[in-house]
Structures are given as structure tokens and as C-alpha cells.
């Protein structure tokens, strides 16, 4: 069966510092892959997806950035952290091939504080 | 640019009665996902649907794709039904599943 690894669960930084948060999904070959962010008190909102190996796109301009180094990982980065980069930081994985609309699974999330 | 609007934002009810959450969405989304969302964060897939009618224990979910709107149902509410829930459209085509949140409906059953 597919699984879904985030880590860490939990992350309070410093503004300023370096960012890098892991997702790893088990058990499916080149799923495609998503970060969503959840600020507080707003919805979930798509930052990056990625089809492939280093095809990533990018949905929402900000000083995060993804790679995607193997199939299965997907690593989302920032060089300084703002205290807007604070929120609930959710990957997820769809099944591509398949016919539309396809299922989304999502890890368990990262809660960032950026302080 | 694809939207999706959820109402209402807040819904309390007593243990029992039948809850409805609706959700209207833009031209341009196929597909409609309704998650749950618990306290401590982690969201939960309860349905996708891009036509008709989906049941699942007490949880209905319906779509009209004339009329660009998905209702989620819970028949005889339970207070472990308290969450957050979240209807979410996805575009067709080379859209490659990307999903557009609607802001959730923080749903609170009292025993």
C-alpha cells in the first residue's frame, strides 16, 4: 500500500534562518506531487506541484522554493525565513495515468513558527 | 481563474440533526474533492466526484454540474463529526490534479 512521510511534524525557526521540510510517498512509481500551505486562518492554498524528476512549477510568487532530487521526494526550501512563511504545511500525491479527476492523499503535515 | 465558495464558514448543531455544507465553484473545475480536517491538522480524502451522487456510511456527497455546486451531507450528526471540512475543485485537462480550496466550514456537534 502508498504512504506519505513528512518531516519534521513540528518546527519553530527564527525569521531568517534556512528551511527544508521532507515529503516521501511509499509504495507508487512518479506520483505527482504538491505542497499546499495553510496560514492561519486561511484556507489551503497550492505553492508548488511537481510531474516529475526537477519538473517543478511554482503557483504562487514567495521566497520558498521545491525540488524534487528522486521520484519519491519531494523537499520544500527557503534560504530566510519570514514570519509570513508561519502556517500548516501539507504535501500530497496523485496517481498521473490514471483517468481524471484523480485522487489526492496527503501526508500528516508540518506546523512551522516562525518567530 | 478557478474559485471555489464554501458556505457556511461556521455550523454548529446538536448530536443527531442533519448537517449540510454547500459548496459553488467556478468554470473551468471538473472535479470536486470534500476533505476533513481535524484538530490537530491532518486532512482526510472523504470523497471526489464529478457527477451524481456519493454515499459513504453517514456522509453523502452530491454535485450538479449544471449548476456548479456540491453539497456534503451528514445524516444523525455525532460529535466525533466535529472538524473542519473543505471542499476543494480540481481543473480538467494538463492541470495535472492541482486542487482550489474553498476556506472550510468549522463544523461543531454538541452531544
Known amino acids: 500500500s502508498q504512504t506519505i512521510h513528512q518531516w519534521p511534524a513540528t518546527l519553530v525557526q527564527p525569521v531568517g534562518s534556512p528551511l527544508s521540510l521532507e515529503c516521501t510517498v511509499e509504495g507508487t512509481s512518479n506520483p505527482n506531487l504538491y505542497w499546499y500551505r495553510q496560514a492561519a486562518g486561511r484556507g489551503l492554498q497550492l505553492l508548488f506541484y511537481?510531474?516529475?524528476?526537477?519538473?517543478i512549477s511554482s503557483e504562487v510568487p514567495q521566497n520558498l522554493s521545491a525540488s524534487r532530487p528522486q521520484d519519491r521526494q519531494f523537499i520544500l526550501s527557503s534560504k530566510k525565513l519570514l514570519l509570513s512563511d508561519s502556517g500548516f504545511y501539507l504535501c500530497a500525491w496523485s496517481v498521473p495515468g490514471l483517468r481524471f479527476p484523480y485522487e489526492q492523499y496527503f501526508g500528516p503535515g508540518t506546523r512551522l513558527t516562525v518567530t | 481563474k478557478n474559485e471555489v465558495e464554501q458556505s457556511p464558514q461556521n455550523l454548529t448543531a446538536q448530536e443527531g440533526e442533519f448537517i449540510t455544507i454547500n459548496c459553488s465553484y467556478s468554470?473551468?473545475?471538473?472535479?470536486l474533492h470534500w476533505l476533513q480536517q481535524h484538530p490537530g491538522g491532518g486532512i482526510v480524502s472523504l470523497f471526489m466526484l464529478s457527477s451524481g451522487k456519493k454515499k459513504h456510511g453517514r456522509l453523502i456527497a452530491t454535485i450538479n454540474i449544471q449548476e456548479k455546486h456540491s453539497s456534503l451531507h451528514i445524516t444523525a450528526s455525532h460529535p466525533r463529526d466535529s472538524a473542519v471540512y473543505i471542499c476543494a475543485g480540481a481543473a480538467g485537462g494538463t492541470s495535472y490534479g492541482k486542487l482550489t480550496f474553498g476556506q472550510g466550514t468549522i463544523l461543531t456537534v454538541h452531544p
Open positions: 511537481s510531474i516529475g524528476i526537477d519538473q
Open positions: 468554470v473551468g473545475i471538473s472535479a
